[in-house]
């Protein structure tokens, strides 16, 4: 034990040397689960615009699914607001494309966001400012990534939009407080990995705007490939949730036990594009619609919802009782 011990404490101090300045912990949400110990979510993404392209739609059959399953809080995966974001807290189109589209009972609860492309190319520190839970006290965003705890389940909320290399040559986006790209990329996984390593959650699910396996529009994507795979799969996160592609999709990774859930249809879909990936693609719906989860410690319940509320794909997840029971320790 001693040995194990210092060469902790050597490995410890090693990355500390080479560590790059300015790294924290990733700031955090506690959201408690019920009474019952369940967690109830929904997930949406790609879904601002004003209502248009079915998001009204999406929004009522949210709603309906919201208070039925008695949902903790909505997380979206980000393009919350089309086409450049907002520009300020008091932007009309804010209310235009969330206050006034999510309305519905089961839907007045706490929304957890990541931001995606979109959001980037308008003022993306407006949609982090505390100021706008004075327009809508829903809307939170404590940071670019962050978790939510939740106890049975961690949610690693996880800003994509700055690994995607071609994005840096475009003009249009507000790298305030991110760039120069490789720091902070490489303090964010840091941060990713110490908070994995920490978490004592039996679920642990990293949301992001960008899919790293897909087989819709866009596809797979080899920055996220590349640099945030591997830790998802070395601390044996269970499920990546992502939009970007407007789609709803579920694909298992070939070499893990980690699944790719694209929860993307929140608004303007049927791109009618797909991709090949080398991992197994067990749904794919190419319209609108959105994700919802109930988790207890050993077991995950999913599902995929069309704008009429019809369930298009559902299945299960299970840990064993001791997996659960060793993840609290
Ligand atoms: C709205 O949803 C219906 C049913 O899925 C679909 O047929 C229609 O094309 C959608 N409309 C738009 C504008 O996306
Ligand atoms: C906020 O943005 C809107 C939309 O661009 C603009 O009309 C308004 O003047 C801005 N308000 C402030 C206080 O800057
Ligand atoms: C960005 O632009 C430079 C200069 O035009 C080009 O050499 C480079 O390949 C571009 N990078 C990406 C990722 O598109
Ligand atoms: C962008 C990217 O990494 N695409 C890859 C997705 O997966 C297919 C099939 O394995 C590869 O051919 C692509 O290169």
Redesign the pocket.
Same mark, same amino acid.
């Given at each position: 034990m001693a040995l194990v011990g210092l060469l902790l404490i050597v490995a410890s101090a090693a990355a500390v040397l080479l560590a790059p300045p300015a790294s924290a912990a990733l700031p955090r949400v506690e959201h408690v689960p019920k009474a019952d110990g369940t967690l109830a979510i929904l997930a949406v993404g790609d879904w601002g615009r004003r209502g248009q392209f079915n998001q009204t739609l999406v929004a009522q059959q949210m709603g309906v699914m919201g208070e039925k399953m008695d949902i903790a809080y909505v997380i979206s995966t980000g393009d919350n607001i089309y086409d450049d974001g907002i520009a300020n807290t008091s932007d009309p189109l804010f209310k235009e494309s969330f206050s006034n589209i999510y309305t519905a009972k089961g839907l007045q609860k706490p929304w957890y966001l990541v931001l995606g492309n979109h959001d980037y190319t308008g003022n993306a520190l407006a949609q982090l400012d505390p100021a706008i839970r004075n327009v809508d006290s829903r809307y939170t965003v404590i940071a670019k990534s962050f978790i939510v705890n939740s106890g049975i389940a961690d949610f690693f909320l996880v800003d994509t939009t700055p690994f995607i290399l071609h994005y840096w040559n475009n003009t249009k986006f507000d790298w305030r407080g991110v760039a120069p790209r490789d720091i902070y990329i490489t303090n964010l996984l840091k941060d990713l990995e110490y908070a994995l390593t920490e978490s004592k959650a039996p679920w642990k699910i990293v949301v992001g705007h960008h899919p790293i396996s897909s087989a819709c529009g866009h596809? !797979? !994507?080899?920055e996220l490939?590349q640099l945030l795979l591997p830790v998802l799969k070395a601390h044996g996160v269970d499920m990546y949730v992502n939009g970007h592609d407007h789609c709803l999709q579920r694909i298992s990774s070939r070499d893990s036990h980690l699944q790719f859930l694209t929860s993307g249809g929140g608004s303007k879909a049927w791109a009618g594009k797909y991709?090949?990936?080398?991992d197994k693609v067990e749904f794919l719906y190419d319209g609108q619609g959105f994700m919802s989860m109930r988790l207890s410690k050993t077991e995950a319940h999913l599902a995929f919802f069309d704008v009429a509320g019809n369930v298009l794909h559902c299945w299960g997840l299970a840990k064993t009782a001791a997996a659960a029971a060793a993840a609290g320790h």
């Open positions: 596809g !797979n !994507n080899t490939e991709k090949a990936t080398p």
